[in-house]
């Protein structure tokens, strides 16, 4: 006795189409633009539709620097031995960036440890790359960048420094400016996110997230 399963064609027509419920049987939902995401939409036929977040018409230009999306303007701030300082940056389509760096305004002799958290919960969570150390030189300020390979998707993330040496003063983020992460309340001023961590190799996780009330967020910028 033959078996003829009963098989329903497939849908789909082009690479990176989906399979979604209809009203009564599976349709296709014709793949979205490069940097879409997927939605879910009442009004829609199939429930779900494609849209552009905030900024994803916007493209990355090679060789430029990206740092948090909501800074208003930037200041400067001294880091601590035994502190490791984290800010948050916003990736609006997927990207491979090349480097990852902070701007001294004042530098002494000193090795400052850079990488990427992924984002728990508005607070760094896992490793996602360390990326290694930028050796500071006395006096020689600027820009100071640490290659990397490294593919992000749409997110949010963490970038972090760690220094071994009290003393440089690094292009930071207004106090105010990333509302976001919160304030104590009142007329309190939005934190950054540090946290207590000998000099070495970063943790993974994170850890306990401290906020540092009314201080300014490292600076720290991908590079694409």
């Known amino acids: 006795m033959s078996y003829t399963p009963n098989v ?8 990176g189409d989906l399979i979604v419920r209809g009203t009564s049987v599976d349709v296709r939902l014709g793949v ?9 939409d009442a009004n829609s036929t199939n429930g779900l539709a494609w849209f552009t977040s905030g900024m994803g018409n916007f493209s990355y230009v090679s060789g430029r620097y990206y740092g948090s ?9 001294s ?14 389509k997927r990207q491979a960036f090349t480097a990852i760096g902070i701007n001294a305004t004042v530098a002494v002799a000193s090795n400052i440890r850079m990488g990427i ?3 728990s919960g508005g607070v760094p969570g896992s490793l996602i790359l360390d ?8 006096g020689v300020t600027g820009q100071y960048d640490v290659a990397i390979s490294q593919t992000l998707d749409i997110g949010n993330y963490w970038l972090v420094v760690l220094g071994d040496t009290a003393g440089n003063t690094l292009s930071a983020i207004s106090t105010n400016s990333l509302q976001f992460l919160g304030t104590n309340g009142g007329a309190g001023t939005a934190p950054r996110i540090q946290k207590t961590q000998a000099y070495g190799a970063l943790p993974t996780p994170f850890g306990s997230a401290t906020y540092s009330e009314g201080n ?3 600076n720290i910028q991908l590079k694409v």
């Open 8 to 15: 329903t064609p497939s849908p789909t027509t082009t690479k």
């Open 32 to 40: 979205g633009s490069d940097g879409q995401s997927v939605k879910s």
């Open 69 to 77: 999306t909501n800074s208003l303007a930037l200041t400067s701030a």
């Open 79 to 92: 880091n601590t031995l035994g502190v490791m300082y984290a800010t948050p940056v916003y990736i609006w």
């Open 117 to 119: 958290y992924a984002d």
């Open 131 to 138: 990326c290694g150390v930028a050796a500071l030189s006395l």
């Open 216 to 218: 300014s967020s490292m």
